[in-house]
């Protein structure tokens, strides 16, 4: 038995709901419950994200709460609720709004839906509910929520679909900087090297009528953090779907290139355009795989979507990752995922302390060259030079720059990162024993 139990770590369903807000420049989200509420914004306006726009500092925050708490629940809520909608819809800069509310408000039965609808029947903005679903569910759930909630309730009009218009669903725009403006570039990059135009990425940065150009898109894309809106916003565009996996890596851009290429008849075209990008990545890595990657020790904490692609990656270039602790429940990936990741030694999902402590035994001994993972598992090991942020939340490494971690571009990028690391690691441990 270890010698603490302790809480799991994992990042709460709210939190991913607020990437997912932090995403939608033009979206307003009121939450029914207590100061909390508003905290979980702090952990990623100016801290994960330095371009996040969900705080202001004259107090026009996209992210409000009602306060309401168990002294005051049996009070007038919906009237409380229902003058902040409408607040919040009279904003300038409002595109949408997103009403929910914590458990211990919505056993109290009130009916949001109601509420919303007719707090803002004399307004002209989108509104959704956001209700989560019973159970245990964690931060991929939050953010593929809002994007589903945004599938079935935007107002599509007559969908006006063209064969070449496509839609990208799924993205996880997890803050606004560098990287991610980065990947943005890159997949638009890869989609129209096929023909394609890509009329709508659902998350990006842009605003809410931009996500509704989607009834453009003749084909849905949708990538593993947004499955489910992408088959309901298939079926009601009437649209042809298509599910890729992450192009996370030069094995996973590979594989979405060549699925593009079957589905729409450019077999060639999908030939060639890897058949560069390999060409052109391969001499840039020769030095890095020998000395950086070559029998290599490798960690990850994070996001088990992309500890696929982390894995393959690594594994490709002569490296052995000897751990993997993921802050997600493990039904988020296929059984075959699931199944793969888990022949790793050490493979942990929303870990306990002692599994992170027995990490951190390892990287003291010297059994990891490197660990890349997300600042929340950081905090608990410490692991000085060898670590390497990646993910949400990143509290001490931030992009000011495009610098794109998908797609062929961005694999170069993200190696680019880990090498430097190594090395790095390598080049100045010996001072550090010596201490």
């Not at 168990?70 to 819809?89: N, P, R």
């Not at 453009?216 to 499955?227: K, N, Y």
């Not at 060409?279 to 992309?306: E, K, T």
């Not at 170069?412 to 024993?433: H, K, Q, T, W, Y």
Request: charge should be positive.
């Amino acid at each position: 038995m270890p010698s603490r139990v302790g809480v799991r770590i994992t990042i709460p369903y709210l939190q991913g709901a607020y990437l997912a807000f932090n995403a939608v420049p033009d979206v307003y989200f009121l939450g029914d419950g207590p100061g909390c509420l508003f905290a979980k914004a702090e952990q990623i306006h100016g801290r994960h994200d330095l371009l996040s726009t969900l705080l202001s500092c004259d107090s026009g925050h996209r992210i409000q709460h009602t306060g309401v708490n168990v002294f005051t629940m049996a009070g007038d809520c919906e009237g409380q609720i229902a003058a902040s909608l409408k607040q919040m819809a009279a904003a300038p800069g409002c595109g949408a709004v997103f009403l929910g509310g914590m458990p211990m408000c919505s056993i109290a039965g009130t009916d949001y839906a109601r509420v919303m609808r007719e707090a803002l029947s004399a307004s002209r903005k989108p509104s959704f509910v956001l209700t989560p679903p019973a159970g245990a569910w964690d931060w991929l759930d939050g953010y593929a929520g809002v994007l589903e909630a945004l599938a079935a309730g935007m107002e599509l009009g007559r969908p006006k679909p063209a064969a070449r218009s496509v839609a990208l669903v799924g993205y996880l725009m997890d803050r606004n900087e560098g990287e991610h403006r980065g990947n943005l570039r890159e997949l638009e990059r890869m989609l129209r090297a096929m023909g394609l135009d890509p009329v709508s990425i659902w998350l990006s940065g842009r605003p809410y009528r931009e996500l509704r150009e989607v009834r453009r898109a003749g084909t849905v894309i949708s990538l593993p953090h947004g499955r489910k809106a992408g088959r309901i916003l298939a079926k009601r565009l009437g649209a042809r779907l298509i599910e890729a996996g992450l192009p996370f890596g030069l094995e996973g851009s590979r594989r979405f290139m060549e699925l593009l290429g079957g589905e729409f008849g450019r077999e060639a075209a999908a030939r060639r355009f890897i058949a560069a990008e390999l060409d052109a990545a391969a001499p840039r890595l020769a030095w890095s795989v020998p000395h950086a990657f070559l029998n290599r020790r490798f960690a990850f904490a994070g996001d088990p979507h992309y500890a696929v692609g982390f894995v393959e990656q690594i594994e490709a270039l002569g490296g052995r990752v000897s751990a993997l602790l993921l802050t997600a429940d493990p039904r988020h990936l296929t059984a075959a995922q699931k199944q793969e990741l888990e022949r790793r030694p050490t493979t942990a999902f929303q870990p306990l302390p002692s599994a992170v402590e027995k990490l951190w035994k390892a990287l003291a001994r010297g059994e990891a060259d490197l660990i890349v993972g997300n600042g929340l598992v950081f905090r608990e090991l410490k692991p000085g030079l060898r670590w390497m942020e990646f993910g949400f939340p990143s509290e001490c490494t931030h992009f000011l720059h495009d610098e794109p971690f998908l797609g062929f571009r961005g694999a170069l990028a993200f190696l680019s990162r880990v090498a430097n690391e190594v090395v790095r690691g390598m080049v100045l441990e010996p001072a550090d024993d010596a201490a």
